[in-house]
């Protein structure tokens, strides 16, 4: 089903209710980065110079339905008037009498920041009660928070019913329309490239991908959970037991169908999981006792590097070793190397993926970042989101 988007509703001289996600991360009271914030700015910019008078609302950290002090949304509030060289009227409510009285003063054009939407705990119960009292205030929902699309939240989902029409911003478009194009109608040959912790986590996300790809390249911790299920032993390495026959069965699911699948040969293992461990490079059939694998090996890296050449469009999806550790962290360092040199369409989710890109210096050099981990990850799984679904169909 089609979605209204932004530019089919008129938003002059409206009250337009925005969720955008603003869950940045922070270090005394100061924004550490703010690309969530520059990836809201293309619907708050348009709003503004449409003028309607703009309600921005978003949630910060986990502050589990009570107010907690530093997780007031003050200093992201800061950063945003900085960006757009306006003033941005912050309210210490996220509903009530105080939040009225700001909006019935502001001009078309104004820009006013809600309080933190998770210190009601009505937000995560999508309750029906805090999601009337947000739609109240306005007279038509945006939603742009594309990392909260899936989970129905009250300011995420439950809102859409209580304004006149309910219509998805730019962000979300963007990240739907980019992620959409590459997963269903892929130019070819299309690679997947998982990593990460998990297996558990992605599951839903390579049995999709197994359908459509044609070669799947597995690094990073989930990946000893495949090196087990082909027999070897892995020490001390991160490892899902209750996975490994899972793994056996997409190995035999790849061949089936013909699809590539790349599981490392060599790994970098360490004695410890400290970025001053000892640590070596070796062949997965030598993984030592005690050891565990925090890297993928040059070979690795080699194997992974012909395919991706080749081509034509990439989905990333979770690092190839602890990248946050200089000594474990040239595996996924080479790998985004190769996708920035690499012409073909490259789509990078999930949040610690791009934080190592961005690391990395190679951020500008990627077709598409997406601003939502967990919901990047739904959306690949070819599962709706929630809070997109709530919205007013075309
Ligand atoms: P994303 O956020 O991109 O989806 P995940 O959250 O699944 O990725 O995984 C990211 C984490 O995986 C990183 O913190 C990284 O240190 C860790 N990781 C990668 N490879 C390994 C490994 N071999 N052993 C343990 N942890 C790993
Ligand atoms: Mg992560």
Redesign the pocket.
């Known amino acids: 089903m089609q979605k209204k988007i932004l530019k089919d509703v008129n938003v002059k001289d409206k009250r337009v209710l925005v969720r955008v996600d603003f869950n940045v991360p922070m270090e005394d009271g100061e924004v550490t980065d703010d690309t969530r914030i520059k990836a809201a700015l293309p619907t708050i910019e348009y709003l503004i110079n449409e003028e309607a008078k703009v309600i921005l609302m978003a949630h910060l950290g986990r502050p589990g339905g009570e107010v907690k002090e530093e997780l007031r949304l003050d200093p992201v509030a800061k950063r945003l008037a900085n960006l757009l060289n306006k003033t941005v009227f912050k309210t210490d409510e996220t509903v009530g009498a105080e939040v009225e009285k700001a909006i019935n003063e502001i001009e078309t054009g104004d820009v006013v920041l809600l309080e933190n939407t998770r210190f009601n705990p009505g937000e995560k119960q999508n309750d029906s009660d805090f999601a009337k009292k947000l739609g109240e205030l306005a007279d038509l929902y945006v939603n742009d928070a594309f990392g909260a699309t899936h989970r129905a939240h009250a300011s995420t989902a439950g809102v859409a019913e209580y304004t006149d029409e309910a219509v998805m911003g730019f962000l979300i478009q963007k990240e739907l329309e980019t992620m959409g194009d590459a997963i269903q109608d892929p130019e070819e040959p299309f690679v997947a490239i998982m990593?990460?912790?998990?297996v558990s986590?992605?599951i839903g996300v390579i049995e999709t991908l197994i359908e459509k790809v044609d070669a799947l390249l597995i690094?990073?911790?989930?990946?000893?959970t495949f090196i087990a299920a082909q027999g070897y032993e892995i020490g001390d390495?991160?490892l899902e037991e209750e996975k490994i026959d899972l793994a056996k069965k997409l190995i035999d699911k790849a061949k089936e169908k013909g699809v590539k699948l790349l599981i490392p040969k060599d790994?970098v293992i360490a004695d410890d999981?400290a970025a001053d461990a000892e640590h070596k490079v070796v062949s997965v059939k030598q993984i030592e006792d005690k050891w565990?694998?925090?890297?993928i090996g040059p070979e690795t890296v080699n194997d992974f590097k012909d395919v991706i050449k080749d081509a034509k469009t990439i989905v990333w999806?979770?690092?190839?070793?602890?990248?946050?550790?200089a000594t474990?962290a040239k595996g996924?360092f080479e790998i985004a190397e190769a996708l920035a040199e690499s012409d073909a369409i490259t789509i990078i989710?999930?949040?610690?993926?791009?934080?190592?890109v961005k690391k990395a210096g190679l951020a500008d050099d990627m077709t598409h970042i997406s601003t939502g981990?967990g919901a990047s990850?739904q959306f690949m799984e070819g599962k709706p989101l929630q809070a997109v679904e709530a919205l007013d169909n075309k």
């Open positions: 990593g990460g912790v998990k986590d992605k690094g990073g911790g989930m990946a000893n390495s991160l790994v999981f565990q694998a925090l890297d999806n979770g690092p190839m070793g602890v990248f946050e550790m474990f996924t989710g999930g949040g610690d993926s791009a934080a190592a981990g990850l």
